[in-house]
């Protein structure tokens, strides 16, 4: 008997609706609880005396002045049904509890300003991990049949050893990117008003969190790019892509725009870009950035393409207008 069938029977049964093969049911099982230890019950005094203060309120509800011996048999008849509630709510809770899987544990890897990290995963496959990026990988990685890997913010290159028997899954926020075997980057910056997946060797199957497949076979030198608000992705050709060159310390940028420079300026250099001009947002930037660039020669760069100006307005803040 399901959890929903035997919670509706039980309230029959207290509601005095039950038939007889009900009550019969509901009496075996009764019958068949095993009395608790007092430590297994209650974890906390506080808890034990919630529950005794229950059972004395149930009870003293049901007493009303009648003769002494209706009196006592109400007094059972209530004491019984509180205590089967409340051996019906803990077995419950035991069996729901029983179905939970124990809690998944993770393994974190965190990247600053102008950091760029590797990590090796228990499959060998290589981890390239951009500046300002959070990964998280389970301790159980590859045991369930499925070699899961958590993008929570920022951008990763990833060279995944082929293993037909146990996809490579990356979740980067609202797309999911499965794959056996190849070389493909993920950009997952909150800032950025999309999500990215490029390829760059093999091919890779992309869906979204509601598991509709955007593309069975992204192929090497294409990229995905979805929208977060609208879900709109369009697929394009991943050659020069924005930030591509970034494993090297070189920032190259292609068509674009100044939201990305944003992220570039932050992860370079740690500092906030504002917008003091709205025409800005429709700006298109092509450019290189050596990691071997000043803020000020990289901010330099920047504005002369459009000739802007920029001003500190602060240690980690800059305006552009």
Not at 15 to 28: F, H, P, S
Not at 259 to 269: G, I, K
Request: glycine fraction near 6%.
């Amino acid at each position: 008997m399901d959890r929903k069938t035997f919670t509706r029977l039980l309230d029959r049964y207290l509601k005095g609706q039950a038939g007889a093969r009900e009550r019969n049911t509901i009496d075996q099982w009764y019958d068949g609880f095993s009395e608790l230890a007092d430590e297994e019950a209650f974890t906390h005094p506080d808890r034990e005396r919630q529950v005794r203060e229950s059972l004395y309120t149930r009870i003293h509800q049901q007493i009303q002045p009648v003769p002494a011996y209706r009196r006592l048999a109400r007094i059972l008849r209530a004491a019984a049904a509180v205590l089967l509630v409340a051996a019906a709510a803990l077995w419950l809770y035991r069996a729901g509890d029983a179905r939970q899987p124990e809690s998944e544990r993770y393994q974190t890897f965190v990247t600053g300003v102008r950091q760029v990290k590797k990590i090796v995963l228990p499959d060998s496959s290589l981890v390239w991990m951009n500046a300002n990026t959070t990964i998280r990988i389970p301790e159980r990685f590859g045991q369930d049949g499925i070699r899961p890997v958590f993008l929570d913010e920022g951008e990763a290159s990833f060279e995944v050893q082929h293993d037909t028997e146990r996809p490579f899954l990356v979740h980067s926020g609202a797309l999911q990117t499965t794959v056996l075997g190849t070389v493909f980057n993920v950009r997952n910056y909150s800032l950025l008003q999309t999500v990215t997946v490029g390829v760059t060797n093999g091919s890779v199957r992309v869906t979204d969190t509601a598991n509709r497949i955007l593309a069975d076979a992204l192929h090497g030198g294409e990229r995905l790019s979805m929208d977060r608000s609208t879900r709109q992705f369009v697929v394009d050709a991943a050659t020069e892509s924005q930030g591509a060159g970034w494993q090297e310390g070189i920032v190259r940028l292609r068509n674009a725009t100044i939201t990305d420079l944003q992220v570039v300026l932050r992860n370079s250099f740690g500092v906030t870009l504002r917008v003091a001009n709205p025409a800005i947002h429709e700006h298109r930037y092509n450019l290189t950035l050596p990691s071997t660039y000043t803020l000020d020669q990289a901010l330099k760069v920047i504005c002369s393409i459009h000739a802007n100006q920029y001003r500190r307005d602060a240690d980690d803040v800059i305006s552009i207008y």
